[in-house]
């Protein structure tokens, strides 16, 4: 009896429920940060041959299930153009829509390389909206400002000032190995979050860079996005890469997620996700833990 009523229970908050009574398919994804790969000796923690090995075992996981997209957060690669030759064919054999964003190792190639990336890669927008049920994933570009990717006049400026103003205020998110949301990207933003409000989806905001981690590894503008983002009650959650070790944290009831990168250590990290109507359900793999997180 008390098996069947946790398997009840357990059936239960998989299975939403919207006001009119009528059953909503929670969402399902699978979702893995800083692959890495680099055919490069090991360094520190990071164990940049054996992501190749990790990356067959999470694309067979994903796809042995039944998942609605996957999503990478950036840092795929490492080093050296080359790498991409073995990340993309496996990222290929991902049997559900596969969604990228870029991270800062991502363009650590030959400057000569760089302007063809996007192309090479597939990706046709670097920031844009995946919607699955009543959920909205919004892809941001932490790439936008940036010392790695390429960047126009307008660009640089934009973020030699952002940078040279942070510092004033002695915050030092201006590294090299982050990035920050340009204007225009912010702009877009707003736009999509009031669309988001108004057709009552649920959001998640991706990007490569932490809001609020440690090790001085946040996107450069990470008060002023978390300023625009937590205006909005549709926004619920935050995923990104870019700190391997992880970290979690809650701020003004939206759930501020930093996967854990798989490059790093013997073990594996990767997650499958469940959204449902009041909850996002994180089972990780190897070193992600699992979190039940409740949605506001
Ligand atoms: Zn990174």
Known sequence: MKNLIVTLSFLLTLLSWDSSGQGIKPVRIGLFTDCQYCNCPESGKRNYKLSLVKLD?????????QLDGVFHLGDMIDHDVRSYDSVLPRFSKINAPLHLLLGNHDYMIKSRY???????????EEHYIVDLGTWRFIILNGDDLSFTAPQNKKQKQERQDMVNDQYSQLRMNGLPWNGGIGSEQMRWLEVKLNESERDLMKVVVMCHFPLFTKDNHNLFNNRELFHLISRYNCVKAYFNGHYHSGNYKVRDGIHLVNFKGMVDTEQNAFAVITLTNDSILIKGYGREPDRHLKIK
């Open 114 to 124: 760089k302007a063809g990336l996007l192309d090479r890669i597939g990706i046709k």
């Open 57 to 65: 075992s999470c694309v067979s996981l994903f796809n042995s299930m």
